[in-house]
Every structure is written in structure tokens, then in C-alpha cells.
């Protein structure tokens, strides 16, 4: 059995995205800049592709800016309004601890300019109140970026109403929405989002590719020099068969998002069931106001590595929050916000579901943690301390 839950990392392209992008590598191959027909056609497919996608989200064409996908988008987002707002003298931030690294490093290298950044503390559960933004607000405070949900532990923000308090203090407001996008009802109107970040590959669509939504008349600092493309606020050749497998993934899920949510959310809650029967576990972040698909788990003496192995042995992709994977023994900054302690947060493993997951592969994957948990404290001497009573549990 091979069972993927780590769709918070990449999803698998769909069928229609893949299909959506055959055309432009093969007959439609102009460069939408050229003027004869092979370059109109693409320009025209180009043209397209926008407008179904400012429909998905409620804005306009002109408002829809192609980049590489998430990371650049959110760098280029916060870029973009700390030099407006340093034009006016504005230069603090507003945010929280638990962003992607694609926002809290851009915000690190904003803060050695001289920028002053306001991480706003997350509570336990992973959600942060609209009155803690009101709060920091400053009469200097040129942006609020506060993902829209978050990618380890699912938790979903009230954007509308952080939104709100942003347009009424006249300060712009970004949003990350990858996570959000074919999962969540998105409208940056009714939403009052003035800026957000989207990743084709986080909803079946092409890896590389994605989308910064700027409202009309905020005027974006293109990160990339060179041609006038997406109307200089971003140079080079326009990916085209990335971008029309990326419209075609973004229509496809907004349209079967309701049902795929509900099916999604009782998985969900099946496996979060499941796994809360093992002694000496929490599950992270808020239980019911998360994304459709994510579980996170911390399970107290357990290795978040030695159990991703295990269970990949038994054929399930998962993910851990601990990222050892990239060379540094730091737990996720994540848990860390939360108010997890070290030993506990390394213990972590997120399960993410997709539209294809089944019931049969969620009681495997019940099964299979709750084995490899097992397995994996007997052979653990912080374990067996635990047990001995030499030292305390933390997890109940
Ligand atoms: C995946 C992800 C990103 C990065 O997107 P890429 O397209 O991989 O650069 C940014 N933010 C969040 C919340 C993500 O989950």
C-alpha cells in the first residue's frame, strides 16, 4: 500500500492540470510577447488564464501577477510594501511567529534596513485574535501580513476581520493563502485582502509557478529586472503551460471544494480520533477551526525522524515538524510559537489528506502510528525514564 499524507508539502498534479498544459509545449508555443500569430495565440491563452483565475478569487485580471509560486510571491508582497512605506516615513511590520519562512526571513532582512518588526504571539491553540493586531497597530505601521492558514498544524485565521481592522487604519494587509487556496472560500473583497500569495503545486497544479494578488493602485517593486512583462512587475518569458495547468488546477478545486471539504473533514477527524487514543499525545493547533485536510500530532519520547522512517517503510509519506532534514536539529518555529517545549515539539508528525484519500488508508495509518509509537518508545531510554518515573511526563 502506498499512502500519501504530506499534502501540505506538494500535492500530485491533476489529471485536468496536466491536460491543460500538453497544448502549450506542443502546438501553442509563441512567446506571448511576439506579434505574430504563434506569439497572439499564446498572449490570448495567457489572457485567459488570468481572468479565470481573478474569478476563483474574486478580483481582477489586471490585479493577478504571475510569479514562481509562494516563496516569491510573499517576498515579493512584503517587499513591495516596506518601500512604499518607507516613502512615507513608515517602517514597521506587523505579524506572527508562526509564518512561513518565505515571509520571516524576508521580514529578518527587513529588519537589518532599520524596518521594526511586531511578531504578534500565537495562542495555544494557534489562532491569533484581530484585537492583537489592533493593538500593535502603530501610526508607522506600513503592513499586516498574517497567513491566511497555516501549514503545519492547519489553523485558519480570521482574515476578514484582521482585514478589516487593516483598511480602517489605512495600513495595507498581505495575506500567504497557499495553504488556503482550493481548500477555504477565498474573496480579497470580502475578505479585505489587500495582497496574497498563491502556490500552484499546493492545489494539483504545476510546481514553480504562482500567483501575487496586488489590489489596484498598489504599485508592486518587480524583484527581477529585464522585460516589461506582467506589466514590469515581474520580468522574463512567461512559463505558459505552467501557468494553464496552474488555471486550470485553481477552477478545478475552487469548483469541487465543498464537497471535497466535508469528505476531507470527517477523514480528518476520523484519524485525529484514531491517534488521540495514544497515551501521551496532543494534537496541535486548534481541533475543528483548521484546514480540512491536516492532523499534527506531538507524541512524548518520540523522535519525529525515527517515526517518519517507520512509517515510510510501511509505505506512508508523512512529514515531522522537526526539520533535521535540513541539516539543523531546531524543532518547527512553529510548535515552538505554540508554546511547545524542545523535547515535545521534536516529537511531531503532521499527516495532510488530499481529495483522493480513503477511509481504508486512514485506518492503516491509525494502525501503523499506533504500532510504530509502540515500537518506538520500547526501544527509547528517555522512554523508559518516563515510565520509571525518573522523570515527569509533560503530555498527559
Ligand atoms: C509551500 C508554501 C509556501 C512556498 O510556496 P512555494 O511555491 O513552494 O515557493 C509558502 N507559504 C506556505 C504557507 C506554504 O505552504
Known amino acids: 500500500m502506498k499512502i500519501y499524507l504530506d499534502n501540505a508539502a506538494t500535492t500530485k498534479m491533476s489529471k485536468t492540470a496536466i491536460d491543460a498544459m500538453y497544448p502549450y509545449m506542443d502546438t501553442v508555443y509563441g512567446n506571448p510577447s511576439s506579434l505574430h500569430s504563434a506569439g497572439q495565440a499564446a498572449a490570448e491563452a495567457l489572457a485567459e488564464a488570468r481572468r479565470q483565475i481573478s474569478a476563483c478569487i474574486g478580483a481582477s485580471p489586471e490585479e493577478i501577477t504571475f510569479t514562481s509560486g509562494g516563496s516569491e510571491s510573499d517576498n515579493q508582497a512584503i517587499l513591495s510594501a516596506a518601500r512604499i512605506g518607507e516613502r512615507k516615513g513608515k517602517r514597521h511590520i506587523i505579524s506572527t511567529a508562526f509564518e512561513h519562512h518565505a515571509v520571516l526571513h524576508t521580514l529578518n532582512r527587513l529588519e537589518k534596513e532599520g524596518f521594526e518588526i511586531t511578531l504578534l504571539d500565537v495562542h495555544e491553540n494557534g489562532i491569533i485574535a484581530p484585537e492583537q493586531v489592533k493593538t500593535a497597530l502603530r501610526d508607522d505601521t506600513c503592513l499586516v501580513t498574517v497567513m491566511f492558514a497555516n501549514n503545519e498544524i492547519g489553523t485558519i485565521q480570521p482574515i476578514a476581520e484582521i482585514g478589516k481592522i487593516c483598511r480602517a487604519g489605512n495600513v495595507l494587509f498581505h495575506t500567504d493563502g497557499v495553504q488556503a487556496a482550493g481548500h477555504l472560500h477565498i474573496n480579497v ?50 512559463n505558459i503551460p505552467a501557468i494553464m495547468g496552474m488555471a486550470a488546477a485553481l477552477c478545478e478545486s475552487c469548483s469541487r471544494m465543498e464537497d471535497a471539504a466535508k469528505r476531507m473533514c470527517l477523514l480528518r477527524d476520523k484519524l485525529i480520533d484514531g491517534l488521540s487514543h495514544i497515551p501521551h499525545s496532543i494534537l496541535n493547533g486548534d481541533a475543528t477551526n483548521r484546514l480540512p485536510g491536516n492532523v499534527n500530532f506531538c507524541f512524548e ?12 517503510d510501511r509505505g506512508i509519506c508523512a512529514s515531522s515538524g522537526s526539520a533535521c532534514t535540513s541539516g539543523s536539529l531546531e524543532p518547527s518555529h512553529v510548535l515552538l510559537a505554540l508554546g511547545r517545549i524542545h523535547d515535545i515539539a521534536h516529537g511531531s508528525l503532521r499527516l495532510t489528506l488530499s481529495e483522493d484519500t480513503t477511509e481504508e488508508q486512514i485506518l492503516y495509518t491509525v494502525k501503523s502510528v499506533t504500532e510504530a509509537v509502540e515500537y518506538l518508545r520500547g526501544i527509547s531510554p528517555v522512554w523508559r525514564d518516563l515510565v520509571s518515573g525518573k522523570k515527569e511526563f509533560i503530555l498527559r
Open 189 to 238: 473583497n470580502e475578505q479585505n485582502i489587500d495582497m496574497l500569495s498563491l502556490s500552484a503545486h499546493k492545489f494539483h497544479g504545476p510546481k514553480g509557478i504562482g500567483i501575487l494578488y496586488a489590489r489596484k493602485g498598489i504599485p508592486l517593486t518587480t524583484l527581477i529586472e529585464g522585460g516589461a512583462q506582467e506589466q514590469g512587475r515581474r520580468a522574463g518569458t512567461e
Open 301 to 312: 519520547g518520540i523522535e519525529g525522524e525515527s517515526l517518519l522512517l517507520l512509517l515510510d
